[in-house]
């Protein structure tokens, strides 16, 4: 079966450095995406990648190994406005998004 | 990224009435769309894809004959719960794939409208 794993809960301080991983195991692979999705709203495009390695778009960066079927997301310089829900996403062979249970980021003061 | 609007972004219904909730594709041509529901906490559920001048391919357990979907052009696609009852409360959201050709972010990328949230009393 297709499955994504991400953990469903993370606590970072303002500030600081996260890192949200997420692991897939799809049948065939086109690309994998994350999504920030606050509280009662619908989730907003963050980041794509369909080869390995680091992506960096401002204070986020997405990294990926298709061989280790491993992406992260990496928050810097948290903002109390980042505490939001993480989507992981996964297109597979037949470019259907697969998706994972989100990890919910709190950011303390 | 591209811009994809949904309306209306609430609806209280009675038990029984049917509820249209509109998604539209505002600067680029979306040959798909994705109808997905999300209950509090909850990962996104996919509903149905949405094909447009074809039928939408629904989800198992996903009942065609309640969620009516057309995609009458290349920038609308409408979902209708017909007789609404108060477990189709929900909150409803829709996407629209963008193949990238406008540039305007990567390739075969899904951009999701803000949500409607539906509750039948």
């Known amino acids: 079966g297709q499955n994504i794993d991400q953990p469903t809960e993370m606590t970072a301080t303002e500030g600081a450095i996260v890192q949200i991983n997420c692991t897939y195991q799809?049948?065939?692979?086109?690309?994998l995406f994350w999504y920030q999705q606050h509280a009662g709203e619908a989730p907003t495009f963050l980041s794509y990648n369909v080869l390995d390695g680091l992506e960096e778009k401002g204070r986020f960066s997405s990294f990926l190994s298709r061989s280790k079927g491993y992406s992260y997301l990496l928050l810097k310089e948290l903002q109390m406005k980042d505490s939001a829900s993480y989507l992981c996403?996964?297109?597979?062979?037949?470019?259907?998004?697969?998706w994972g249970a989100g990890t919910k980021l709190i950011i303390k003061p | 990224g591209a811009v994809v609007s949904q309306h209306p972004s609430r609806v209280i219904c009675k038990s029984g009435t049917s509820v249209k909730i509109e998604c539209r594709s505002l600067?680029?041509?979306?040959?798909?769309m994705f109808w997905y529901r999300q209950f509090p906490k909850k990962s996104l559920m996919l509903m149905a894809t949405s094909n447009e001048g074809s039928k939408a391919t629904y989800e198992q357990g996903v009942e065609k004959d309640k969620f009516l979907i057309n995609h009458a052009s290349l920038t609308l696609s409408t979902l209708t719960v017909t007789s609404a009852h108060p477990e189709d409360s929900s909150f409803y959201i829709c996407?629209?794939?963008?193949?990238?050709?406008?540039?305007?972010?990567?390739?075969?990328?899904?951009?999701f409208g803000p949500g409607t949230r539906l509750t039948v009393l």
């Open positions: 799809t049948s065939g692979f086109n690309g």
């Open positions: 996407s629209a794939r963008d193949w990238g050709t406008s540039g305007r972010g990567p390739t075969d990328t899904q951009y």
């Open positions: 600067d680029f041509q979306a040959t798909t």
């Open positions: 996403a996964v297109m597979d062979s037949n470019y259907q998004l697969i």
